[in-house]
């Protein structure tokens, strides 16, 4: 098991700038225009050449209630029949995929996201799955990782009874904080018992996995109320949980400007839920896995990580990283092999591109040999915190040293500060950087620069 974390105050307040989250490298900001859906018929059929496993995600955008903070692409309405005409469009571009696809590449990890996914109907949810089994490779003996995002106040037993029933078997939470008094601000009035009797029924229809998301950082928190939140949290013994901190970019984020800047704790305030809440998961027996995320020892991220064959893709921490993953809906991005291509995130551009029976792709990249070796560096310290330049001067066929020659002064600071150890056999992420990996990270990154960094949130 990878060595505890340690905390060091100095150095966060140093190392703690804003940059990417990496689930990518180059990261989302670099899509552009010129790469299309033609490109995407060749990355497919490559794909089917090669008969990759697939990881599939789909996006349904749907919320009956805003909450203030959220970020994510949505569309904020009570009238449950907007879901119709999206559905048949999502049908119609899974038909227009799967065609370009092998039935023999088995779909391993599959993810409903949002929005909240039981926005839809039962009969809403049989469908679109039925659909999806009818024209991908579906695996029916529960070994796939098949997930879906769950609010808590949109679902019940029967909704965990049908999921269950179409083939789920992971589950993960909305909590962010437990509260009234941050609930009422963030307007998301969410209790315990809520919460509890969802997990309690995963439990019972034997779901694999169930996470929760917590939020430090939102208004009206302090860190003695944020630790009763992780306490109570606790108790309910998630496999896994993941403990974002709030990025107030109200700038870009419409609903966010509904929250009053005055109640956001103060960055010290911020600095001591971190603190609390990771001696209150180490206390009880959670790994830090990198990047906000925590699990328990036999949960498959932290065996993955022990195992060094953790990977990093759009859709976060994955066992699945060797697979191509398509993206259904709505602002949805796809990974197939050096291409990232991203769905129109307008709901009605979506809908009419599909209508004329084309797909919505409206910008991507591709990847070149510099991006797919500096992705690998960035992937290798961000999932397993340390780096061997002989192999990389192996897979790349470069001099390590020379070819990162600009970079070595930044990595040689870090090393004096103590983030990381740089020897002339590679780079080991110290215990107290851990919190910093992104930071690290940012070192290897040819894209950042000031002007663009501004889009990003803070490491901590």
Known sequence: MLDVLRWDSDLIHRYDLAGPRYTS???????????????????????????????????????ANICYYCACNKVITKDRGRAAPY?????????????????????????FGGGTPTFLSHVELRQLMAHLRQHFNLLDDDSGDYGIEIDPR?????TMGLLRELGFNR?????????????????????????????????????????????????????????????????????????????????RFLPQRRIDSNELPAPAAKLEMLHNTIEQLTAAGYVYIGMDHFALPDDALAIAQEESTLQRN?????????????????????????????????LNTYQDTLSTAQLATSRGLICTQDDRLRRAVIQQLICHFELDFQTFERDFTIDFRGYFNDQWPALQAMHKDGLIELSNEGIKVLPAGRLLVRSVCMVFDAYLDLHNRQRFSRVI
């Not at 949109?154 to 029967?158: I, L, N, V």
């Not at 909305?174 to 009234?180: I, W, Y």
């Not at 019972?204 to 109570?232: H, M, W």
Request: net charge negative.
């Open 25 to 63: 490298y180059p990261t989302a900001v670099q899509l552009h225009s010129e790469v299309g859906s033609f490109d995407l018929l060749h990355a497919l059929r490559d794909s089917r050449r090669a008969v990759r496993p697939l990881s599939i995600y789909v996006h349904v955008p749907f919320c």
């Open 87 to 111: 559905l048949q469009r999502l049908e119609q571009e899974i038909q227009l995929i799967a065609c370009h696809l092998d039935p023999k590449q088995t779909v391993e990890q599959l993810h």
């Open 154 to 158: 949109e679902a019940d037993w029967s």
């Open 171 to 251: 589950v993960s939470l909305g909590v962010q904080d437990l509260d009234p008094l941050v609930q009422r601000a963030i307007n998301r009035l969410q209790s315990l018992e809520q919460t509890r009797a969802i997990i309690e029924a995963a439990r019972t229809l034997q779901f694999r996995s169930i996470n929760l998301d917590l939020i430090y950082g939102l208004p009206k928190q302090t860190p003695e109320g944020f630790a009763r939140t992780v306490e109570e949290v606790i108790k309910l013994q998630p496999d896994r949980l993941s403990v974002f901190n709030y990025a107030h970019l109200p700038e």
């Open 314 to 346: 759009f859709q976060g921490y994955t066992t699945h990283g060797h697979c191509d993953l398509i993206g259904l809906g709505v602002s949805a991005i796809s990974q197939i092999g050096d291409l990232y291509c991203q769905n129109s995130s307008d």
